[in-house]
């Protein structure tokens, strides 16, 4: 992982790169422990990922490194400005071709495993993270080609959904996952939900594994499985049941 600044850019190229992100933001400090343990770290470390954390406040002309202002026609809240954050994307576009230019925001599209598997076949992402009352709206009809939402709902900063995006993103990538055909089981790919999941002992106090997945019968246990996708979505998921139906 990388931080840079306008004076200062500490980036590294890989031979192996799949896809580079870099992330927009004002608190900078926030997205360091996501990208520092487990799949994410390794993606990096293994030059299949490259992930760029850029203070925005660098890129500010106000002495003081001001990025926030009063809205116009007033109003509780502080505006991000556009000039920091309208120099930072031009510094970076500079460098790198944007495939997406996103703005994480709760009003947006709403993430789903489509949206991932799309993002992860791209080159170069940047992601902006919004903060206090969000952005300017010039910088939401200028500058960004796509906004996204992890949910209803509204957080402090787009920081941490910054990081949940990536996350959705990377884990698909060949050679991220040590078995690449992980991914292609998790929930919500094809609309269904993922079936039970055990692991050893085979009884726990009395609390047993279904006999199928002891069988070895592999072609049982995947009809077995694919049912229990099929029910465990139907009863938690009826939407994307009824989706997949139509599909």
């Known amino acids: 992982m990388s931080s840079s600044s306008a004076t200062n850019q500490n980036t590294h190229s890989f031979n192996l790169t799949s896809l580079r992100i870099d992330i927009l933001t ?32 660098a890129y500010s002309k106000d002495k003081h490194q001001k990025v926030d202002d009063y ?20 510094a970076l576009k500079a460098e790198h071709e944007y495939d997406e230019i996103i703005y994480m925001t709760p009003d947006g599209e709403q993430l789903n495993q489509q949206i991932s598997n799309e993002l992860s076949m791209k080159k170069n992402i940047m992601i902006l993270c919004g903060h206090y009352k969000g952005v300017d709206q010039r910088v939401r009809d200028h500058l960004v080609t796509r906004e996204i939402s992890i949910g209803d709902y509204v957080l402090s900063g787009g920081e941490l959904a910054a990081a949940v995006l990536s996350d959705s993103i990377i884990r698909l990538i060949p050679g991220v996952l040590n078995d690449e055909t992980s991914a292609l089981s998790d929930s919500f790919q ?9 692991t050893r002992p085979a009884d726990y106090k009395g609390w047993s594994v279904p006999d199928i997945l002891k069988s070895g019968n592999l072609k049982k246990i995947e009809d077995w499985r694919f049912e229990q996708s099929l029910s465990r979505t139907k009863e938690r998921r009826p939407d994307l049941y009824e989706r997949g139906k139509k599909g």
């Open 26 to 57: 004002v608190l900078p400090r926030l997205l360091e422990s996501p990208f520092a343990d487990s799949i994410l770290k390794r993606a990096i470390d293994k030059g299949i990922v490259e992930v760029g954390i850029h203070d925005i406040r």
């Open 71 to 90: 809205a116009f026609g007033g109003g509780a809240g502080m505006v991000m400005t556009i000039q920091p954050i309208h120099d930072c994307i031009d």
């Open 190 to 198: 094809d609309d269904l939900l993922a079936p039970p999941v055990y």
